[in-house]
Every structure is written in structure tokens, then in C-alpha cells.
T-cell receptor, first 112, second 118 residues
Framework: DAKTTQPTSMDCAEGRAANLPCNHS???????VYWYRQIHSQGPQYIIH???NNETNEMASLIITEDRKSSTLILPHATLRDTAVYYC?????????????FGKGTRLSVIA | SAVISQKPSRDICQRGTSLTIQCQVD?????MFWYRQQPGQSLTLIAT?????????ESGFVIDKFPISRPNLTFSTLTVSNMSPEDSSIYLC???????????????FGPGTRLTVT
């Protein structure tokens, strides 16, 4: 079973920041927080991951609370192409032992 | 990263028949995974396939229904056997790529095979 809780859906105006929350209150010390997204009719796409520090890449920023029980994915300037289902997943970093387990995710709709 | 292709991209099949889905990766990978995504649902892991060993199936999935081959480090097939309308789903191949101690072990996904069983 997925170890995360996410809102079912969210809307965001185009050009504004999209902030997607995720609760992972049972995360263990060796588990990372990963974010993937799935645009309609495509395979899931990796976005970002983190352990305890905040992370940023060309796609998004990941803010993890100090107690690591929750996190927020931030898309700084959402575009229509960011409309997708966003999955927050916790897993260990070790090879092969923990393939991704997907929850229901958050359906983000970016509105013009 | 890894680039993954799947064949066919979609198919419509009659119940009782079987379909083999091919997954090709542009680099050698140890771990490959097969997922199913039923209409309107999230992804569910079917099995993990290592080259040179039998696939490991998740609860609810059996080898007779979903036989998997993994003949080398860049290729795998998933067969959906004796299909029924309940097997109508998107089937996705996924691989793990990364270097121990440096980049994380990330999973990459193929575009999926959309199967409709009538």
C-alpha cells in the first residue's frame, strides 16, 4: 500500500505557482520522497526527489518539513503543459528492492 | 537516464486470445518492471524481472496469466494470456537506472501499451 496521502485534485491558474502537498507521516529514516507525474496517455515522468533537505531542479522545488512527515512540490510558474496527475512516493534508495508503489496522486489542472 | 519503447502502442483483442507486449531499452539495465494501469486508476506493479532469473510476481498476479521473458539486459516481454475484458488496461514497462553511491536509483517508464479486450 502507498504510504502517502495527497489531495485528489487541485486547480492552478496559468503562470502562478502550483503547490502540491503530500503527507507521509510514517516515513522511515532511510526513505526518500520522490515525485513523479503522468501526463495523459503517457508513462510517468520523474520530477524530483529528496531526503531531508529542500531540493530544486529545472522542473520544480521540493520542500520537506523538518520532521519529514510532509512535503510540498512547487511548480513555480505553472503552464497548461503541467496539467497531469502528480504522485508523491516514499521509497528507499537501494537498487531493485523497492520498485515504485503508486497511490492515487493529485490531479492538477492548470487553467488559462 | 533510459529511453524505453514499447510495442504495440495499442491493440484491440478478442477475449480468449493472448497478446505479447515488447519492451526495448536503449541501455543495459538490471531491473525491469511491468505495471498495469486500469481505466481511471493508478499504476499497479505486476512483476519484477531480472535478466537470467524468473520474474517475481506481486500478489494477485500469476505467471500463467502474465508470463514474462527477460532474455537480455535491454529487452523484455509481457504476455497477457487468455484475455477477458477485465484485462483492458494500459501496460507499462519500467526500468531502474542509476549508479550506486552517486545518482539515486530512479525509475523510467515506457509510453505504455493500451489494450482493449472485446
Amino acid at each position: 500500500d502507498a504510504k502517502t496521502t495527497q489531495p485528489t485534485s487541485m486547480d492552478c491558474a496559468e503562470g502562478r505557482a502550483a503547490n502540491l502537498p503530500c503527507n507521509h507521516s510514517t516515513i522511515s529514516g532511510n526513505e526518500y520522497v520522490y515525485w513523479y507525474r503522468q501526463i495523459h496517455s503517457q508513462g510517468p515522468q520523474y520530477i524530483i526527489h529528496g531526503l531531508k533537505n529542500n531540493e530544486t531542479n529545472e522542473m520544480a522545488s521540493l520542500i520537506i518539513t523538518e520532521d519529514r512527515k510532509s512535503s510540498t512540490l512547487i511548480l513555480p510558474h505553472a503552464t497548461l503543459r503541467d496539467t497531469a496527475v502528480y504522485y508523491c512516493i516514499v521509497r528507499t534508495r537501494n537498487s531493485g528492492n523497492t520498485p515504485l508503489v503508486f497511490g492515487k496522486g493529485t490531479r492538477l489542472s492548470v487553467i488559462a | 537516464s533510459a529511453v524505453i519503447s514499447q510495442k504495440p502502442s495499442r491493440d484491440i483483442c478478442q477475449r480468449g486470445t493472448s497478446l505479447t507486449i515488447q519492451c526495448q531499452v536503449d541501455s543495459q539495465v538490471t531491473m525491469m518492471f511491468w505495471y498495469r494501469q486500469q481505466p481511471g486508476q493508478s499504476l499497479t506493479l505486476i512483476a519484477t524481472a531480472n535478466q537470467g532469473s524468473e520474474a517475481t510476481y506481486e500478489s494477485g498476479f500469476v505467471i500463467d496469466k502474465f508470463p514474462i521473458s527477460r532474455p537480455n539486459l535491454t529487452f523484455s516481454t509481457l504476455t497477457v494470456s487468455n484475455m477477458s475484458p477485465e484485462d483492458s488496461s494500459i501496460y507499462l514497462c519500467s526500468v531502474e537506472a542509476g549508479t550506486s553511491g552517486t545518482a539515486p536509483y530512479e525509475q523510467y517508464f515506457g509510453p505504455g501499451t493500451r489494450l482493449t479486450v472485446t
